[in-house]
């Protein structure tokens, strides 16, 4: 059964810094790997899609890297601003299902402090 | 504008009553999909339908039904027979299933009074 656990579970750092977000998944047979943000109260926003024969994705600050031999992912977060405040969520679809399931972590808190 | 749209935003519930959640898409994007998150739990699937008038439970479907009459639609009935309805449920859809990118909608807060 594939299981996508997210370290650390909360991150605060001072504006400007870099900061790097983990995800690692228990099956190497994905489809892909999503990540997304959302804000308290609201519904989830897509980041980055990153198909299982890719190696990354880049969008703005924003690079996700993703390992499937060894389960893992990477959210790197260039010069970081209070506005990334969010909650991180990474998700997998795994190949066992057609129907597009998506199965995800509990997600990283950030808060970037001013 | 495309998008996801759940209706509505906040949500009571009185015990033994059925509650319906709206989601409708603009994207014309076969699959659609019921979550449900919970503190500490993470998201969950409740249903997804991958075709118009064809559905699938996902891990969760107890105390739920759904119906898929319209491509752009895709309700949630939350019957009496959840025991535990208080939650935040998000719609999502993809273009098809497996290997496309999820879209979700705002959520909608459901609790039990």
């Known amino acids: 059964k594939q299981e996508v656990t997210q370290i650390p579970a909360a991150l605060s750092v001072p504006e400007g810094e870099n900061l790097v977000l983990n995800c690692s998944f228990t099956?190497?047979?994905?489809?892909?790997l999503q990540w997304f943000r959302q804000d308290p109260g609201k519904g989830l926003t897509s980041l980055l899609l990153?198909?299982?024969?890719?190696r990354e994705q880049t969008s703005g600050r924003l690079n996700a890297s993703l390992d499937k031999s060894s389960g893992r992912s990477t959210l790197y977060i260039a010069a970081s601003q209070p506005g990334d405040s969010a909650t991180y969520l990474c998700?997998?679809?795994?190949?066992?299902?057609?129907?597009?399931?998506?199965?995800f972590g509990q997600g990283t808190e950030l808060s970037v402090k001013p | 504008d495309g998008g996801i749209t759940q209706s509505p935003k906040y949500l009571f519930r009185k015990e033994g009553q059925n509650v319906t959640l709206s989601c409708e898409q603009n994207?014309?994007?076969?699959?659609m999909y019921w979550y449900r998150q919970d503190p500490g739990q993470g998201l969950r699937l409740i249903y997804y339908?991958?075709?118009?008038?064809?559905?699938q439970k996902g891990d969760i479907a107890e105390g739920y039904s759904v119906s898929r009459e319209k491509k752009e639609s895709f309700p949630l009935t939350v019957t009496s027979a959840q025991k535990n309805p208080t939650a935040f449920y998000l719609c999502?859809?993809?273009?098809?299933?497996?290997?496309?990118?999820?879209?979700f909608g705002q959520g909608t807060r459901l609790t039990v009074v």
């Open positions: 999502a859809s993809s273009i098809a299933g497996g290997g496309t990118e999820a879209f």
């Open positions: 099956d190497s047979a994905i489809y892909n």
């Open positions: 990153i198909q299982s024969s890719q």
């Open positions: 998700a997998v679809q795994d190949a066992y299902n057609q129907g597009g399931k998506l199965i």
């Open positions: 994207l014309n994007h076969d699959a």
């Open positions: 339908s991958q075709i118009v008038n064809d559905f």
